[in-house]
């Protein structure tokens, strides 16, 4: 079994990568020797179409992010290269940062960290609460058994109803409004596509409960953000646990900075010194599945977007 040759590019990036294909069992090479690539660089699209097309001999191309959507339009222009995404790899440090969001939302702990004074009581259990999750993928099901012991009744919401662990029930989109109904918080865990862009707007946050927590661990333009402002000021979404914006970063003086039921992190649901080890890990697995002939992880569905 010859060992893979594989690229690692652009240099100088992300260089740990470089160590993780050598853990596989690949042989770093020049691109234009490679039969595999590691692109390192989440936005580059022309620039990963014009290497990808100057050398047809690249069969398998790895993304280290797990969303993908700025490269996706490259993805479908060489559908005949096996393309694989970080999909899966960041799922348990992003489920923890929902749950915690999702907890300090509910139990209204922006406001009392904010206070300067004694305040009155608010907030509600987790525990028996009716919870909507758009997603289905790696950070769904990682997130379902960290809230297994809070006796939640929660309902999946993804692309196909397949069954999930640790979940009431699991239905499609096209049932996403008898999901969001009364639901007294709601996580956004699933890929940004044109399907999914502002599922969260004026018409679906008024269908949660009053006072509903929303939390997105997602991509900001899952919601509608000036409709989840004005749904804060009003009171018809009582908490939003936000790790990821729509303007990206979000700007000195822009709304949700202002109000007190918003918690708003620096897109660290996955931070580098968590994504080293387990990007590492991946990359390596998929190394030795490609010189071995076996199925790589995290495949990128093309049509899907993700």
Avoid: C
Avoid at 25 to 40: Q, R, S, Y
Avoid at 75 to 101: C, D, Q, S
Avoid at 131 to 148: C, D, Q
Avoid at 241 to 248: A, I, K
């Amino acid at each position: 079994m010859a060992a893979p040759q594989i690229a690692v590019t652009p240099a100088g990036t992300r260089e740990f990568l470089r160590d993780a294909v050598v853990a596989g069992g690949g042989v770093l090479v020049d691109v234009d020797a490679a039969e595999a690539l590691v692109w390192t660089i989440p936005d580059a699209a022309g620039e990963l179409d014009a290497l990808l097309t100057a050398n047809p001999g690249i069969r398998w191309v790895q993304l280290p992010f797990a969303g993908i959507e700025p490269l996706i339009g490259v993805v479908r222009a060489h559908p005949e290269r096996t393309w694989t995404a970080g999909k899966g790899v960041y799922a348990e440090p992003v489920a923890e940062m929902a749950l915690a969001l999702l907890l300090a939302g509910l139990r209204n702990l922006g406001p009392y960290a904010a206070a300067t004074g004694w305040s009155a009581p608010a907030g509600r259990n987790l525990a028996g609460a009716k919870v909507a999750v758009l997603g289905g993928g790696g950070i769904t099901e990682s997130l379902l058994a960290l809230m297994a012991p809070f006796g939640a009744d929660v309902t999946v919401v993804r692309r196909t109803p397949a069954p999930v662990a640790g979940a009431t029930r699991v239905v499609a989109f096209d049932h996403l409004d008898e999901a969001l109904t009364g639901a007294h918080a709601v996580v956004l865990a699933l890929a940004l596509t044109p399907a999914t862009a502002g599922v969260l707007d004026a018409r679906t946050l008024a269908l949660l409960a009053p006072g509903a927590a929303v939390v997105n661990v997602a991509r900001g333009g899952h919601i509608v953000t000036d409709d989840l402002v004005a749904a804060l000021r009003s009171g018809q979404v009582g908490s939003a646990g936000l790790d990821v914006t729509d303007p990206e970063p979000l700007p000195e003086g822009h709304p949700l900075w202002a109000l007190p039921n918003v918690i708003i992190t620096p897109h660290v649901g996955n931070t580098p010194e968590m994504a080293v080890p387990l990007l590492s890990a991946r990359l390596a697995d998929n190394v030795r599945r490609w010189a071995a002939g076996e199925p790589l992880v995290g495949l990128v569905d093309p049509d899907a977007g993700y």
